[in-house]
């Protein structure tokens, strides 16, 4: 049964659109779009092609620059559990066996054959000093990578036990694929959005709107459907034949823009080069919280048998949700957290500015989440009593967290994205002491030699043990900043 296509994805020339009008038009809608004329400038794009040919990719480049390094790569025509299987091998090797399959015409229906799609390639934080391409600014108010750029998502270390591996690091990644690899049906982890730009090649999309997922769900309501090109029994998954999927095919040079839920599965119909993001912010934050309360439900459902005998029963949920989701409910709100503080140092600086509006969109959608928090297990005394102390100091200890570089740097990040997207370039200068006084504060905005923003956030809460402090401290801080009544 052939997928029912509905429409086309709309596709817009980016220069021609302002940052507002993407967040009105795409972003809060939550509607993907095709954007063309952001990527001419790339390193990328001429680096990566060849000069005869710049549709397509110059293997060689890779071979030279980054023949050692470990890539997850996925046989696209051998399937494990729910996704392909994966394998790990050396850019080298992978460019071998693609170089091979160029010569011998690999045809990837064969199913006996390899099919190999290099995944996941975290290549900015491997290569950090090589710019392969710049952000587009509609994409730039990206919480997940910036907080990732000066923390961990996890904490704990029976959680990930090897902190500073790439594969925890960021949500930035390369792709590289012969014609015919593609990538199964899914939403996107956490719910993120995404961007996808073809250095070269070409790959077919089908989106599904979030409002008929649950079209796609096994008649058990368990599983889904692993591609829509397969003999899809109308028994099994009797709601597949009511779904209307838009499609479109992305051209060299252009951004997609995948929005929160869609679930979407790509086709390469050439020999195709990406980059890609995973990012969410204010207004996608309500379905990373919404996923992490379903997964949370199915974690806890599955070892609901031994609640009576664990002493640690929500925690061992937590961690279960941590290993199979990537992040828990404890995670989250460290991340919540630590976000809220930052924009609350940085609006304390900028109350009248352009960027004053950012930050208070922020700071409203971290209440929000946090009003649905209280009334979760995970966060009421007896759990908090018996979660680890790195993750409970990581959140309640506020004192510390303005101590802390990473917290510096998260601020910094913060107020540079938000500069950027409002066009104020202005370089402040920051220095450890101004006049011969040290510094205080941390805040690159800040131009005062008796700052006492921290003393202002310490007045209000020296401590956040949960939700209902961190609501309380939002309420406070914007009541006395903006003069909210």
Known sequence: ?????????????????????FVERYMKPNLPVVLTGLTDTWRSRTDWVHKSDPTKPNLSFFSSLCSSSVVQVADCNKKEYSDQKRVEMTVAEFIGSWAEDSSTGVNPTNQSESCLYLKDWHFVKEYPNYCAYSTPTFFMDDWLNI????????????????????????????????KGTWTPLHADVFRSYSWSANVCGKKHWLLLPPSQSHLLLHRNGKSSIYSVYDDISEVQFPGFKKTVWLECTQESGEIIFVPSGWYHEVHNLEDTISINHNWFNGYNLSWVWNLLVEDYKIAKEYIEDIRDISDDFENLCQRNL?????????????????????????????????????????????QDIASKMTSQEAFCTQSLRTISSENYDAFSDVAKAFEEKKFHELCEAVIKT????????????????RNGVKEICFSVNCRKDDCNVVAVVKGIVNKISGPEDLIYLIDRFMESTLHIQ
């Open 1 to 21: 049964m052939a997928p029912k296509v509905g429409g086309d994805i709309e596709r817009v020339d980016g220069r021609d659109l302002t940052y507002d009008e």
């Open 147 to 178: 907080y990732l750029d000066s923390h961990t998502l996890h904490r704990d270390s029976d959680i990930c036990p090897h902190q500073n591996e790439a594969n925890c690091a960021d949500y930035r990644f390369v792709y590289m694929g012969t």
């Open 322 to 366: 941590a290993a199979n989701t990537g992040m828990n409910f404890y995670d989250f709100f460290i991340f919540i957290t630590r976000f809220a503080l930052a924009n609350i140092i940085e609006l304390y600086h900028v109350p009248d500015s352009k960027i004053a509006f950012h930050l208070v969109h922020n700071l409203t959608s971290i």
């Open 418 to 433: 938000y500069r950027t997207i409002v066009g104020e370039h202005e370089n402040f200068t920051k220095f450890e002491t």
